[in-house]
C-alpha cells in the first residue's frame, strides 16, 4: 500500500537515484561486498528476500547470483543515521564458505594495506576459491 | 619514498577524487559507520594510525574523534577487488562500548528494516548511549 512508498521514500537517493549498501555475512560478520540500489533494488530485495543491486557499470539491476548461482539471501535490511547509506545482513550461498566476490574469493576486500621497509603496498590475503571461469559460463 | 605515492595511485579515486570507506569494528565485527576518504585523508589514516576521513559536508578532512574524543584507531586497511572501495578494522576509543555515531549510538545503522500488516517501516533498533548535546560542546 501507500506505506510501502514511504519506507522507500525516507531513504535519500543520491542525485543519480542510488545509494551505497555494505554487504556483510550474517554467520562470520565478514564485510563480503559494497554496491548500490536505486529505488527499484531496494524494494525488490525486501519482496524477494535476495539482494538485488543496481550496476552502475551495466546501468540496470543486477540480482546477485544470476550468473554465478551465488544468490545471496537477506536476513535484515539496516539503513544509517543519515538515510543515505544501507547494510544488508546476508547468507551467501552457492558455495561453502561462501563466494562474494566476482574473482572467486569469499569478500572482495582481499587486499591489505601493508607498510614495509621500502614504503606501503596492497598485500592479497585471501585465495581464490573457484576459478571465475567456471563461476561466469 | 616514491613507493608510498604507488600504493595511493593505485586506489580508483572518483571524479570527486573520493572513495567509499567502511569502518567496521574489529573486536566485534559490527560496522560502525561509513564515510569517504580522499587522497590526503588516506595517507594521514596511514600515517597516524587514526581514522582520518574527508567530510563531504564540510568539504575538509575529518579527524574521526577531532571534536567528540570518540577516535578510531586504525588496525588495517583494506582495499576492494575493484580498487575503489576501502574498508577499516577500527578500535573505536573514548566510550564503552564505542559509540561511532553522531547521534550517540553504537553504530550508524540502527535502523532496521521491518515489514509488518500495515507494510515496510524503518524500526529504531539500538539505544542512545550517550546524549550528543554532551559529545559535541
Known amino acids: 500500500m501507500s506505506n510501502r512508498v514511504e519506507w522507500l521514500s525516507q531513504v535519500r537517493w543520491d542525485s543519480s537515484g542510488l545509494v551505497p549498501v555494505i554487504a556483510q555475512e550474517a554467520g562470520t560478520g565478514d564485510v563480503l561486498m559494497f554496491a548500490w540500489m536505486d529505488r527499484d533494488a531496494l524494494q525488490k530485495t525486501v519482496e524477494t528476500g535476495r539482494a ?21 539471501l537477506v536476513q535484515e535490511v539496516r539503513m544509517d543515521c543519515d538515510y543515505d547509506v544501507l547494510q544488508l545482513m546476508v547468507t551467501q550461498t552457492g558455495h561453502e564458505p561462501g563466494i562474494a566476490c566476482h574473482t572467486g574469493r569469499h569478500s572482495c576486500f ?28
Chains 1, 2 share one sequence.
Open 110 to 137: 582481499f587486499q591489505l594495506f601493508s607498510d614495509g621497509a621500502a614504503g606501503g603496498e596492497w598485500k592479497i590475503t585471501a585465495p581464490v576459491l573457484k576459478d571465475p571461469a567456471t563461476i561466469y559460463k
Open 52 to 72: 538485488v543491486y543496481f550496476s552502475r557499470s551495466r546501468n540496470k539491476l543486477w540480482f546477485k547470483g544470476e550468473e554465478s548461482g551465488h544468490v545471496q
